[in-house]
């Protein structure tokens, strides 16, 4: 993997320096949250320790999806003096891409990547790969506009003449666009603006009839949330008008939908005296049918899919590699699908597939190890330490790991363990802190969280 990069930063605001780790490789296969920092305008983005003024900064890097074969590179004109330099610069990211694939996914789309000048032209063409037409884009951010000039607005009376004027765009595209920047506000701590947002919602829920429909809809989840019996969600279905809404109820009262279900609903059928009720009802049977099969057809395609993984590692050259890249799909559905696998090769007495299948289940799970978090590796390590002086060599081996933090975490598990009756482990674990505490390095270097960007406001370069 490509080592980190650091930049100095000079802040354009106040002048302050300082540093920050640069990315280069947006590889949403090995980092699934590169996609949404991409589109949050996160990428690069400096924000400036002293005045809090953030702008994203000119450097390339290479956006990677290999589901879509998306190779973009962010190339500002900044980046590079000459034709030639820009040329050296793409390819030396691609080939940095190429180099963390497995032979079989290196393809041809990663020679030739496209090229964007401009943060904003990448981000666009990542959205179109999903569906996302410049139209609407536009009706994104009109509404965008819209809540903006809500928040603008001082009076309920202002507000209610927005609200008026502007009914069309009041739909349930801009009560999304409204959440998301309440919980944005919420996590940053914005109490004023968040506060705001939450007026304007409750005005929108009263007066617009989508606010109205959306309302509707969470009353009646929170019915069947008090009441989560196959005769509330037969009744709450019965009573709701709303299509999306049925369908939400039905999703979640999933594990409610059976053959009782069924009967129940049959029965009320059979006894409804009046005939248009009753076609009301009889609708009503085929929707929950459908939506029902819909959502196991969902589930069979999400085995399928593991199936499909499971086949690329048996065959694939290098499986370590691709397991590493797909290591958020190795999850605890993929193990079943494993499991069972190994499971019929072993009754059909097949034992080359079957010892090939437990290879994956030891590379899988020697991954999923490297996942656990290293204090939890510590931990573990020193509780299966035979004596104080095999203790005494891990905790020398890991003296760096020996923050306040990790003291904290042995504290709290000698206090579980008494509690539990467990007095030896308990004993143990004292003993390993005490011992801790005595090699604990003068000045512990604690890892901070990063620091939350003070402004709402993104700066494109
Ligand atoms: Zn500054």
Redesign the pocket.
């Known amino acids: 993997m490509a080592q980190q990069l650091m930049a100095r930063v000079t ?1 354009p ?4 320096t300082f540093g920050m780790p640069l990315e280069q490789i947006l590889d949403v296969e090995m980092d699934p949250s590169a996609k949404a920092r991409l589109l949050a305008g996160q990428v690069n983005l400096a924000v ?1 320790p ?4 953030a702008s994203i900064l000119e450097v390339p890097f290479i956006y990677h999806d290999p589901r879509k074969e998306l190779a973009l590179v962010y190339m500002p004109m900044a980046a590079g003096r000459t034709d030639m330099e820009r040329q050296q610069a793409i390819g030396t990211l691609s080939r940095a891409v190429m180099s963390t694939l497995p032979q079989e996914q290196r393809k041809s789309y990663l020679l030739n990547p496209q090229v964007f000048l401009t943060y904003e032209s990448l981000v666009n063409r990542v959205l179109e790969a999903d569906g996302v037409t410049p139209e609407m884009l536009q009706a994104q951010r009109d509404r965008a506009d819209l809540l903006k000039r809500f928040l603008e607005a001082s009076t309920p009376e202002e507000r209610m003449t927005i609200i008026q004027e502007n009914e069309a765009m009041l739909d349930e595209n801009f009560f999304r666009i409204l959440s998301l920047n309440l919980e944005q506000a919420d996590a940053m701590g914005l109490t004023d603006v968040f506060q705001r947002l939450m007026e304007v919602r409750a005005l929108l829920l009263e007066h617009t009839a989508v606010g109205r429909k959306l309302a509707a809809r969470s009353r009646a989840l929170q019915a069947l949330q008090a009441e989560p019996t196959r005769e509330k969600l037969l009744d709450l279905l019965a009573e709701t008008e709303d299509p999306a809404t049925r369908a939400v109820l039905i999703t979640f009262g999933q594990p409610l939908v059976d053959y009782l279900f069924f009967q129940k609903l049959t029965r009320r059928i059979e006894s409804e005296t009046d005939e248009e009720t009753r076609q009301r009802l009889e609708a009503l049977r085929e929707e929950v049918m459908g939506i029902r099969e819909h959502i196991r057809a969902q589930a069979r395609e999400e085995v399928q899919a593991k199936l499909r993984l499971l086949r690329e590692l048996l065959t694939s050259e290098q499986p370590e590699l691709l397991a590493r890249r797909r290591l958020v799909e190795l999850d605890d559905l993929f193990l079943n699908v494993l499991a069972s696998e190994m499971e019929s090769a072993q009754q059909a007495g097949d034992r080359e597939t079957l010892s090939r299948l437990q290879e994956v289940w030891q590379l899988v799970m020697r991954l999923l190890q490297e996942q656990v978090p290293p204090e939890l590796l510590l931990l573990t390590q020193l509780m299966e330490s035979p004596d104080e002086e095999a203790m005494r060599q891990v905790l020398e081996a890991n003296s760096p790991m020996l923050t306040d933090s990790f003291l904290a975490l042995l504290e709290r598990v000698v206090q579980d363990m008494q509690a539990r009756g467990e007095e030896e482990v308990a004993q143990k674990a004292a003993r390993a802190l005490e011992l801790a505490r005595t090699m604990k390095p003068a000045q512990p270097e604690e890892k901070r969280p990063p620091q939350r960007p003070s402004g709402l406001v993104m700066v494109r370069g």
């Open positions: 802040c605001n106040c002048r302050q400036c002293a005045c809090g003024f």
